[in-house]
């Protein structure tokens, strides 16, 4: 994903671990 998305969700939800 896009930068944008992963500073728009924390890391520490299961979508933030997942983009990155």
């Given amino acids: ?3 944008t ?3 728009s969700i924390p ?3 299961p979508w933030g671990t997942a983009t990155k």
């Fill in 11 to 13: 890391l520490s939800s």
């Fill in 1 to 3: 994903m896009q930068n």
């Fill in 5 to 7: 998305t992963v500073n």
